[in-house]
């Protein structure tokens, strides 16, 4: 499986934007899929995951009630809908994913992994 992120860009603080994570090379329907963000200077980590079939999705605290994961199976696409933002959300993020088709947040629970797109937020 290839991931491909698209989407990031340059918005205000309050904006939003739309992650997109497109499979190839095989479907991957039955992936739980994870977003992952790296801030400059900081670690990795963990922003939200959905199960295979779309029905479970969890998400850290800093991030619940403001962005949300969605999969479109047919387009065989996991998306990162992103509102208010903030300056402290700046990060490259990644999405990955998980064999075993639930969600988690650990790092090493995901198979595959995409190229990372900035998402940058202005104050």
């Known amino acids: 499986v290839q991931l491909q992120a698209s989407g990031g860009g340059l918005v205000q603080a309050g904006g939003s934007l739309r992650l997109s994570c497109a499979a190839s090379g095989r479907p991957f329907g039955s992936y739980a899929t994870g977003w992952f963000r790296q801030a400059p200077g900081k670690e990795r980590e963990f922003v939200g995951s959905i199960n295979w079939s779309g029905s479970t999705t969890y998400y850290v605290d800093h991030v619940k009630g403001r962005f949300t994961i969605s999969r479109d199976s047919a387009k065989n696409t996991v998306y990162l809908q992103m509102n208010s933002l903030k300056p402290e959300d700046t990060a490259v993020y990644y999405c990955?994913?998980?064999?075993?088709?639930?969600?988690?947040?650990?790092?090493?629970?995901?198979?595959?992994w995409g190229q990372g797109t900035l998402v940058t937020v202005s104050s």
């Open positions: 990955a994913a998980a064999r075993s088709g639930v969600v988690t947040g650990g790092p090493r629970n995901y198979d595959y």
